[in-house]
């Protein structure tokens, strides 16, 4: 027999950015709940506003199947006495497992039973499951609350569980289960109970409660819109996700509004404008037609009332204030050319022991340089200039107020103090990218001043955090300096820009410059520590696009030497790792491998070759020089030694009683070995 399960945890209002995780977790851990007891069900809901938690399972079993079970018991010597009768310890196992003595049987010298395992009620499964369910979730800012022991996001006021239209006793922090909820604290139907689970989101729209979230996010857009369209505006959503998101859980039943505010504020850069209302007020901006900004914007309210007067004056109101500093800022700061501030960043602390902002802009400057040359890029004016500028507009007083704006508003006092706009544009995107999949830099002076900027941030935090790494190096919830973001950036950078760039050789010259700079010594792992650091990001990044084992067998031929070519090397073996070539080469560079396992490279001598096969292998390895930048031929070239290698294995002893012959032919095998070791790390694969 199957019913639908219901569950809705009532809380004070939530942190908007717990509850898109909390939907996630709770799914999981009730996916894994109904797997882990058996127990049937056709699809798990999860829905959820500020004030609610609500799972709803359709056509959930409720009870587990009973089963016959193979019981293992004591060991025969010790199951039967002399006479063959069975012990106490065999008469305790029957008794144990409610079977009668005639019903245990010998199987591989130990006793056995079949027990049959009667199997729990779905209520009772879930009653002692569910409090531990929604305790496990994880958050941030969690605390404890009242008397209460466990912490939680928000105290629990109430909680429905229910199977069909029937009560299911449970309960969490104390609040036990009824079929009773609230719908949203002003509606007229605030009191309200459920009859059936199957209802749960139809009785709650009676109390003014849109508890579906999709259907919740779909009323904003289409509300939004609306509005929009009736004042001849556009809304662009599409660079809007971040805050529809905060909007649809902030609200539970969502009204939208026009307010303005004076047309004069629009003199400032919009990506100001945009910013304040966007996420310091959580409003939606619009445009008109043309693409210009509009005075006008769009404010969503979890209100249930017709008058938005106070609400509306309340927002005009507090908009204006936030862009009358803008204003204020803009015009303060727009006195002096950007080149004029960079002296102020002598007075900013970049970390604590590694100087000042100014300090990092120097140290930029010279690692754009060297990437530069890298590059073979002749004309470097811009690309140092752009260096030079990128940090001074955190000098700045709008900066200061908003923070988010770094970068932009660099652009902006770039442009309006003559600079040239690749030069511009470069500060900007040198932040870039601002997340792990967002944009990367457009213009060449933003792709090598942002590497330039985080190898310096990420080498930095590692020499700062010398002694002391598991507090301060990024970890899977800690991301000091944002180093895991920097990597991907770098690395996303390199790759998609198809750049010729050996990163290594750059961290070595950014630890370098740093340790001279400030007289600090490096422990001599450092850079095998930042090297692990950036694959680790690599592999991260592509797990999901390859094989685990693909990607760490061609990680451990050095990446950061040139990553366009990794991804090249990692798709190429992707294609081959069903060919029976292939195989056969993997099977030989392993076997290479471990016979060279613990020993020491050895010259090699023609002279001390004994047998034919060994100079038939040398030969064939000798022949073989195909360019392994054409990796695709260079793997259909090895086919060519394995017969000789084949050959060798089944007549010669590479550990011959002679000293000299056998380190003769282990310097053969390194030779072969270095054929294999251009492709990947076969062992790894």
């Excluded at 309960?171 to 605030?190: V, W």
């Excluded at 301060?472 to 770098?490: E, F, H, Y």
């Excluded at 740093?514 to 991260?540: A, G, M």
């Amino acid at each position: 027999m199957k019913k639908d399960f219901l569950l809705e945890i009532l809380v004070q209002e939530l942190p908007y950015k717990f509850i898109p995780s909390a939907i996630e977790q709770l799914k999981s851990s009730f996916e894994k709940l109904f797997k882990d007891n058996a127990l049937d069900y056709s699809k798990i809901n999860v829905w959820a506003t500020p004030r609610r938690l609500a799972v709803l399972v359709d056509d959930l079993s409720l009870e587990q199947k009973t089963i016959l079970k193979d019981v293992k018991g004591p060991i025969l010597s010790i199951a039967k006495n002399d006479k063959s009768e069975f012990s106490p310890a065999a008469i305790g196992f029957a008794k144990k497992n409610n079977v009668d003595l005639s019903a245990l049987y010998e199987k591989d010298n130990y006793i056995w039973a079949k027990v049959e395992i009667k199997g729990k009620s779905a209520a009772e499964i879930l009653k002692e499951n569910t409090q531990n369910l929604i305790l496990k979730l994880q958050g941030s800012h969690f605390m404890r609350w009242g008397y209460n022991s466990e912490k939680f996001s928000r105290p629990i006021e109430n909680v429905v569980a229910m199977f069909d239209d029937e009560v299911i006793e449970l309960s969490i922090l104390d609040k036990k289960s009824t079929n009773a909820t609230q719908g949203h604290r002003y509606s007229k139907n605030r009191y309200l109970t459920i009859d059936h689970a199957k209802n749960y989101l139809e009785i709650l729209k009676k109390g003014d409660v849109i508890a579906n979230q999709k259907e919740r996010q779909d009323l904003i857009v289409k509300l939004a819109q609306e509005c929009a369209q009736e004042n001849n505006l556009v809304i662009n959503f599409d660079s809007l996700e971040e805050l529809l998101e905060e909007v649809t859980f902030i609200t539970e039943y969502p009204r939208a509004f026009l307010c303005e505010f004076d047309k004069r504020y629009l003199q400032i850069p919009d990506i100001v404008t945009t910013t304040v209302m966007t996420q310091h007020q959580r409003y939606f901006p619009l445009w008109d037609k043309e693409g210009k900004l509009s005075n006008k914007f769009i404010t969503i309210a979890n209100y249930l009332g017709d008058d938005f007067s106070n609400i509306k004056a309340g927002n005009q109101r507090v908009i204006t204030a936030r862009l009358e500093d803008g204003v204020f800022f803009y015009q303060e700061d727009t006195k002096t050319k950007l080149i004029d501030k960079i002296d102020n960043l002598k007075g900013m602390t970049f970390q604590k022991g590694l100087g000042t902002l100014f300090d990092k802009t120097q140290r930029m400057i010279k690692l754009s340089d060297i990437i530069a040359s890298e590059l073979n890029i002749e004309d470097k004016k811009d690309i140092l200039r752009c260096a030079q500028l990128s940090k001074c507009d955190l000098s700045t007083k709008l900066v200061f107020e908003f923070t988010e704006l770094q970068g932009f508003i660099g652009e902006n006092y770039a442009l309006l103090s003559g600079e040239k706009m690749n030069v511009a544009n470069g500060i900007c995107e040198h932040y870039f990218p601002l997340g792990a999949n967002s944009i990367l830099p457009s213009v060449l002076e933003g792709k090598v001043v942002s590497i330039a900027d985080k190898i310096d941030t990420i080498c930095a935090l590692f020499i700062s955090t010398q002694g002391d790494k598991k507090k301060k190096r990024p970890t899977g919830s800690n991301d000091p300096l944002g180093a895991r973001r920097a990597a991907i950036g770098i690395i996303r950078t390199v790759i998609e820009a198809k750049m010729e760039l050996n990163l290594e050789k750059i961290i070595e010259q950014s630890l370098e410059m740093l340790s001279k700079e400030f007289n600090i010594s490096l422990e001599d792992t450092i850079l095998d520590e930042i090297k692990d650091f950036f694959i680790s990001r690599l592999q991260f990044m592509y797990e999901k696009d390859f094989s685990t084992n693909t990607i760490k067998a061609c990680s451990n031929t050095n990446p950061l030497e040139n990553l366009t070519s990794f991804i090249q090397k990692v798709e190429i073996i992707t294609k081959y790792l069903n060919n029976k070539d292939f195989e056969i080469i993997k099977e030989n560079a392993i076997r290479v491998n471990r016979i060279l396992k613990d020993t020491k490279t050895q010259a090699l001598s023609e002279n001390l070759f004994v047998l034919s096969e060994e100079k038939e292998l040398y030969s064939a390895i000798q022949a073989h020089n195909t360019n392994p930048k054409d990796l695709d031929n260079y793997i259909n070239s090895l086919n060519q030694l394995i017969n000789p290698i084949v050959n060798f294995f089944d007549k010669v002893l590479v550990m011959d009683k002679d000293e000299k012959i056998k380190n003769n032919r282990l310097a053969l095998l390194y030779e072969l070995a270095k054929k294999f070791s251009v492709i990947c790390d076969f062992e790894a694969l």
